[in-house]
């Protein structure tokens, strides 16, 4: 038998039912943003303001000092050692429409990475149309474009070209209230590679359940791997006549030093990305609130509440993308115009495997001393977050740390500088000193190519903790709020002999609480020599004895100076910040 | 023969989703309001009037909405909401909140409200208890706390002490 209502909770139902039915005016809660910014502009839909349309509008410029990797050219000039630039690192517009309390629609459409030479549209440039990619006319694109259905709020499920995803707090993390200048990117770990600017498409479910713990589960699509796309990508450019003027081919565009995601491996064992890859990536997160919850209303998470919020949380997450990776195996002999004999785990696979063979597994020639082996992405990941108020006078302390195991198959490395400006010397070599013998014309890069990049992902571990301390207000008279902040990465890759610790310090000067910013930060990149174009100089050749000298592509070491001491390079970055 | 059907494999990692239905199915059940269980305390010190008279003041204070305000029989109730807050991209709605605050000449009684309104929109959910969130309890206890003071009942402590004004230049 169905029971009635009680009269106590008819009269609490005719409340909410006023409540809701009659105007009334939304209030603001003090966040992290501009006093009495609220939610930030809407225009409602519906009296009880729970059908809305928000928008957000955002701009990040960069003004930076780098040094610069060993072995860079910048705009035409070799060896270049240090670069002061400005760049647009996000401007972006954000629509978040209520159509009704349980339908949400999402939208983010921007440009990332703007700089003087590079993170323009090809072929852009007015005239003659050679330079292939610039720095002018970026494309806008669409970043997030999904749609949710609240079922209760245990569980919303929606779709479409998401931020939603797994693994941990700052793979979902918000761009507009970082604690840093920046993310790691080691919390980014498909970035541009099978996503696009750390979106994929795909579905999710997320909620709350048992009060504390909020879930996010999302199975996607990545995006296909082109073959070679981004590293194939050169130009023909004169050099000055400071550098024995002539012409050279380079690589240009986008981090193109660096981001050659399936470029064939000269040796065995080293995986990277499948071009073949059809197969779709589970992945999830929980987290569990010991204070306040946070709102999981959209994906992003926040970097600093600035004390407005009482926070501490710890999280676990994975990704798992199967066959999304793959590497050349040595097979244990080869049988080569009727002969057969074994295969060294040291030498490099005989024919280079290319062009048909690179694009399908197995379609090798029967000399070919490999076999093709695909092998799954599998990360996971734990992180902690706390932001306190400390109620003296409004101070606060915020701090995230997290650690990630990264498993991308054999020896993977990624090599990744953000709004990259410089690519690699030309590699044109000239006659040596002895009869026989060339040597290079420039200095080669290590590693990470020529650039501002540095091994960011890999296979392997790394422990990432950033934390701040929202100074009294008192401390800056009235004007604005002053946030020191410094991070540390601990890094090991499997590829790497030897693994870095990297430290960043930085200040943030509030204006408007994260509305209006200024984001100071140093930070000092490790280095690795190079595994193809040696480190003393000299190209790789039996000639010089560089063959034998440089036998294989893993066990990368540091960079080192005639004195033995590790050569690292430093960044200064200033963030402008701005929200609306 | 036994007919045995055939999953291929590729389609396993589709198979949670063939339980959406039946999860939007139990959805679809329309909940019971849940009444609030009203917080009483002592407040002999004062009167309905008084205590109708000081909650108005405090809800307004608060930036709630007072919807009814009954002296004769002491009976106050408020809404307010929904609060929004930005958090970068993010937003948090909190709310709105139903507030219903009764005097009875000798003792007082209270209760606090959430209306969930992406849930059926009027689902009172939740009281001032162990269960509300701090979200919450930031949208209720300056009020709560405000009339327990007002009636001489121990407040919950956690209600922040309003900021002193800024002192003033000398000479002015």
């Known amino acids: 038998m169905r029971r009635s209502p009680s009269p106590a909770a008819a009269r609490a139902a005719a409340l909410a039912l006023a409540a809701i039915a009659l105007p009334a005016a939304p209030a603001a809660l003090r966040a992290q943003g501009l006093d009495g910014y609220g939610g930030g502009p809407k225009i409602y839909l519906s009296k009880d303001s729970s059908r809305f349309l928000r928008v957000t509008l955002w701009s990040q410029v960069w003004s930076r000092w780098q040094q610069m990797n060993p072995g860079t050219m910048v705009n035409n000039n070799p060896g270049t050692e240090e670069t002061k630039d400005l760049g647009i690192r996000r401007t972006r517009i954000l629509m978040h429409g209520q159509i009704t309390p349980r339908i949400l629609v999402f939208w983010i459409i921007g440009v990332n990475n703007q700089t003087f030479t590079t993170g323009g549209l090809q072929g852009g440039d007015i005239g003659g149309g050679t330079s292939g990619i610039d720095g002018k006319r970026p494309q806008v694109f669409v970043h997030d474009s999904w749609g949710e259905f609240t079922i209760n709020k245990h569980a919303q499920v929606g779709g479409g070209v998401l931020t939603w995803s797994g693994l941990s707090r700052m793979t979902n993390a918000a761009t507009l209230n970082f604690l840093m200048v920046d993310a790691p990117i080691y919390n980014w770990t498909t970035i541009d590679a099978t996503d696009q600017f750390a979106r994929t498409m795909g579905l999710y479910v997320k909620g709350n359940v048992l009060t504390r713990l909020n879930y996010r589960a999302v199975l996607t699509k990545p995006f296909a791997i082109v073959g070679g796309q981004q590293g194939a990508t050169t130009a023909t450019v004169t050099l000055p006549a400071s550098a024995g003027g002539g012409t050279a081919t380079v690589n240009v565009g986008d981090n193109a030093a660096t981001n050659a995601l399936v470029a064939t491996p000269a040796r065995f064992n080293i995986a990277n990305w499948n071009p073949t890859n059809n197969t779709l990536m589970p992945q999830a997160y929980a987290s569990w609130d010991f204070f306040d919850v946070e709102s999981q209303t959209l994906p992003f998470t926040v970097g600093s509440y600035l004390g407005t919020r009482k926070v501490l949380n710890v999280g676990a997450g994975f990704q798992y993308h199967p066959a999304a990776m793959r590497y050349v195996r040595a097979k244990d002999s080869v049988t080569v115009a009727g002969t057969r004999r074994p295969v060294s785990p040291t030498e490099a696979p005989v024919p280079v495997p290319a062009g048909a063979a690179q694009l399908a597994p197995g379609a090798s020639t029967a000399a070919f001393n490999g076999d093709w082996v695909n092998v799954p992405m599998r990360h996971w990941a734990v992180d902690a977050f706390a932001d306190f108020p400390l109620n003296h006078d409004g101070d606060a302390v915020t701090a995230h740390t997290a650690y990630y195991d990264l498993d991308y198959g054999p020896n993977y490395v990624r090599n990744i500088g953000i709004m990259p400006i410089g690519v690699s010397n030309p590699g044109t070599t000239v006659a040596g000193p002895n009869t026989g013998q060339t040597r290079f014309q420039f200095e080669q890069p290590g590693f990470a190519g020529g650039g501002a990049g540095y091994p960011v992902h890999g296979t392997g571990n790394i422990w990432y903790t950033q934390a701040g301390y929202l100074l009294p207000r008192r401390m800056s008279k009235g004007f604005g709020r002053l946030q020191p902040t410094g991070a540390l990465s601990v890094v090991k890759f499997e590829r790497l002999a030897e693994g870095y610790v990297m430290p960043e310090v930085g200040l943030n000067w509030i204006f408007a609480g994260q509305n209006a910013k200024i984001q100071l930060q140093w930070r000092n990149r490790p280095q690795y020599e190079s595994p193809t174009a040696t480190s003393d100089g000299n190209p790789l050749s039996a000639a010089n004895g560089n063959t034998a000298k440089y036998p294989t592509q893993v066990g990368l070491r540091r960079l080192r100076d005639a004195n033995g001491r590790k050569i690292s390079r430093q960044d200064v970055i200033v963030q402008f910040h701005v929200h609306l | ?172």
């Open chain 2, 1 to 172: 023969m036994r007919y045995v059907p055939h999953v291929p494999r590729a389609a396993l990692p589709l198979l949670p989703l063939a339980v959406l239905p039946a999860v939007l199915a139990a959805c679809a059940t329309a909940p019971r309001p849940v009444t609030a269980a009203p917080m009483g305390f002592a407040c002999a010190a004062a009167t309905p009037a008084a205590f109708v008279g000081r909650g108005a003041a405090l809800l307004r204070e608060n930036g709630w909405t007072v919807r009814e305000a009954d002296s004769t029989a002491g009976v106050v109730r408020a809404t307010r909401g929904p609060v929004y807050a930005g958090l970068g991209e993010n937003l948090t709605a909190d709310g709105p909140y139903l507030l219903s605050g009764r005097h009875d000449g000798r003792s007082a009684q209270v209760a606090v409200q959430v209306v969930e309104t992406r849930q059926h929109r009027v689902v009172p959910v939740e009281n001032l208890d162990d269960r509300s969130n701090d979200a919450d309890r930031r949208n209720f206890l300056p009020v709560v706390d405000g009339l327990r003071a007002f009636c001489g009942a121990p407040t919950s402590g956690r209600t922040p002490a309003p900021r002193p004004p800024a002192a003033l230049p000398p000479g002015r």
